[in-house]
Each structure stands twice: as C-alpha cells, then as structure tokens.
C-alpha cells in the first residue's frame, strides 16, 4: 500500500507544474482530433501567455531568423492583399504569425529551468502516440476505431480524425518525437517499437506518408542509434521486402500503393505520364499557373480557384483543379511566387542547418529530430497537405520548436 502511495505521489509531483501553459502544450496533439476552433484555441492562449512571459522579463530576440519571419509574414500579407482573390487567403495570410510564434513559445517553455519540463511533455506526447498507435491497430482489425470512427475511403484509416482521414499526418509528425522516448527510456525494445511504429504508418494507407515517415525513422536510425551499420541497414532492407510484400499481396494496398500510382499509362511522353496520376495532374496545373505568375505566384488559397480554368489545364480528359497543389514546392511557387518561395526555404535552409550543427557539435537529438523532419517535408514530388492548413502547420511547426530550444550552439 505504501508503494503504491509513494508512486501516486510521484507521478503527482512529476506532472505538476507551477506553470500551467504547460499543461496545454502537453494537451496539444489531443486538440489537433478535436478540430481546427480548440487547435487555435490553444496556440493563442499559449502565445499570449508567452508574449506576456517575455514583456515581464525583458527578453525579447531579435536575430536573422526573427527579421526573415517578419519579411516573410509581411509578404504574405501583402502578396494576399493584391493578389487573392477572396478573404479566405487574406485572413489565412494575416494568421501565419501565429504558427513561428507557436514554434517559438514551445521552445520557451522546453527550456525553462534547465528544460525541467522536456521529458514531461514529451513522455505525455508519447503515452497519446501510443494510444493512437492502438487505436490504428484496433480499427485496421475491427473497421472502425475505439470511439467508433469510420473511414470513408477505402484502404485508409481514418482513427481519431474522423472524416478528414489526416491520421497519416499526425504519425508522421510525432513518430520519431516517440523514438526519442524510447531511445531514452525503452532502448533494449527500440527495434521492437520501431517495427511496431512503421507497421502502425503503413496500415494507415497514406503512401506519402507512410514513405516520409520510413524516411525519416531510417535517418534517425542510421544516424542516431548505436549500433553497428551492418545491423541498422539489414532491419531496414528486410522491413522493406516485407512490406512489399505485404503491399503486393494485399489487394486494397496493392490497388493504393501501386496501381493507381501510375495507371494506364501507355507511353513515356510527358502527357502520358501526367494523366497517369491525379497527383501529377495538379502538379502540372500548378506548373502552368506558376509560368504566368513567377515573381508573385496567385496568393494563398488562391489555387482553388484558378486551377479549374481551362488555360491551365491544357490536356485533353484531364484537369488538375484542386482545393491545393498537393506538394509543397508546387504550392509556394504557384501561390508565392519566385520571392515567398526564396524567402520561405531561406528559412527552411536556416532551420535545417541549425538543427544539424546543434547536433554535430552538443549531440542534441531533438535538434536533429527537428532537422529531418524538415528535410521530409520539403521532398520533392511525394504528395503532401497544404503547408498553410492549421493542422499540418501545428505539427510542422512543434517539429521547428525542438531546433528553436536549443541555445548551446558553438
């Protein structure tokens, strides 16, 4: 009994914190399946109460990365104004800020105190990813998940987003925060979490995803875990034959992962190849916009409603209209243009860097974390969501905050 006391007492002390903004950091995944309203709920609260943080000690920082976010932000502002056709890309636009400053707040409160709230707020972030983790599992088995979602799309599992079918996204963005945890905590069953983790990605049904996510935990593998390279690369090389064959042999896979990545294609020329695939389609619809829009692209949110016309959409039983380009190179230059794409991957390129020197020089792992999943986000031609979306910006921009965290750069 008395054990059991001294555990309660532990795990109370452990999680509580005289800072209460950190309870709503650690709650952040779980309000990304409640939806967009509470999502934006919780990163304002958490930037105002880190805005006011920094008012009352006098720390403001300005450095290049600072003035390159606000070069950028008053370009999108401005690019909308001029360029976007409906107040949707305006006030999408005029919003942007709050997902650097939400980046920047996370990386306030992971420091704090010589980062005495790091390991709490992760270890919570991956007690939620393995109950999603189940819950993939579970639904994958019975058809539907534990609180009775079902995906209405065939092969693809929809768990605790519901309808909007983003569960790829969510995995993919927090599985190697959920390495890092076991790496530290767990390290003797890292091969089994690892396995457990990618099957979990492929049962989704999301191809891109599932590719980013084996590619980013084959970096952190290689790169991070010790271990002979022999052994690292011997799991990965029979992991993938096996999802091969898995995908093969499974007809919903098959038909997801294989056949309809290029059908019908009954020639190698360029249009061949474009109509072959939905995703290339879009592609080459945002190509066309961008031809006629290089130095300011058509504004955010501004595709939707220019992709559909005809001008763009040059081939004969094929459009490539969509709400997004579905890639994110395509979608700055057809929307941003030659200056926002210039001006946003200068960013990007400062992030990764950042985050690969904190690792090379102080061996800080999140940094690293923070760089790769940087690195998989901005892949050329594998498909991805709209970089500007709540969602995907949320977990895009938590992934920034572990590069940001980190002060001890040599």
């Known amino acids: 009994m008395r054990k059991i006391m001294n555990l309660k007492e532990n795990f109370f002390k452990y999680f509580y914190f005289e800072n209460k903004i950190i309870y709503l950091i650690i709650l952040l995944p779980i309000s990304l399946f409640i939806g967009s309203i509470i999502n934006n709920l919780f990163i304002i609260i958490i930037i105002i109460t ?11 920082e300005f450095n290049l990365l600072f003035y390159l976010i606000i070069i950028l932000y008053l370009y999108l502002i401005l690019n909308s104004v001029f360029l976007t056709q409906t107040n949707e890309g305006i006030i999408r636009a005029i919003g942007f800020i709050r997902f650097p400053l939400l980046a920047f707040a996370i990386a306030y409160y992971l420091r704090l105190e ?30 539907f998940n534990s609180i009775g979602n079902v995906s209405n799309y065939a092969g693809r599992l929809a768990s605790f987003s519901g309808d909007e079918l983003k569960i790829g996204g969510y995995y993919f963005g927090f599985v190697l925060l959920a390495l890092w945890i076991v790496n530290k905590d767990y390290k003797k069953y890292f091969y089994l979490y690892l396995i ?15 590719l980013k996510s084996l590619f980013i935990t084959s970096i952190f593998l290689i790169v991070t875990y010790n ?19 898995f995908i093969k042999s499974t007809p919903s896979f098959n038909s997801r992962f294989i056949v309809h990545s290029f059908n019908n294609i009954s020639s190698f020329n360029y249009e061949t190849i474009v109509k072959s695939n939905e995703h290339l389609s879009h592609y080459h619809t945002a190509y066309e916009i961008f031809k006629e829009n290089k130095l300011f692209g058509i504004g955010i949110k501004n595709f939707r409603n220019l992709s559909y016309d005809d001008k763009f959409n040059p081939f004969e039983n094929v459009n490539g209209g969509s709400t997004h380009p579905h890639q994110i190179h395509f979608e700055f230059l057809s929307e941003l243009g030659l200056i926002g794409y210039i001006l946003l991957f200068g960013i990007l390129i400062i992030l990764i860097s950042r985050g690969v020197r904190q690792y090379l020089n102080n061996k800080d792992i999140l940094s690293f974390i923070g760089s790769i999943f940087i690195i998989a986000t901005i892949l050329p031609i ?18 920034v905050s572990l590069i940001l965290r980190y002060k001890k750069i040599n």
């Open 382 to 399: 594998i498909p991805s969501g709209s970089f500007f979306t709540t969602y995907t910006a949320t977990i895009f921009w938590i992934n």
């Open 227 to 245: 271990q002979t390279i022999t052994k690292k690369i011997s799991f990965l090389t029979l992991f993938l034959v096996l999802s091969i064959f």
């Open 114 to 143: 010589d980062e005495r709230y790091l390991k709490p707020v992760l270890q919570t972030w991956f007690i939620i990813f393995i109950i999603v983790s189940i819950d993939i599992i579970f639904e994958f088995f019975f058809g």
């Open 50 to 60: 880190y805005l006011f943080q920094l008012q009352k000690k006098k720390k403001f």
């Open 196 to 210: 457990f983790f990618l099957i979990c990605s492929l049962l989704i049904g999301e191809k891109a995803n599932f």
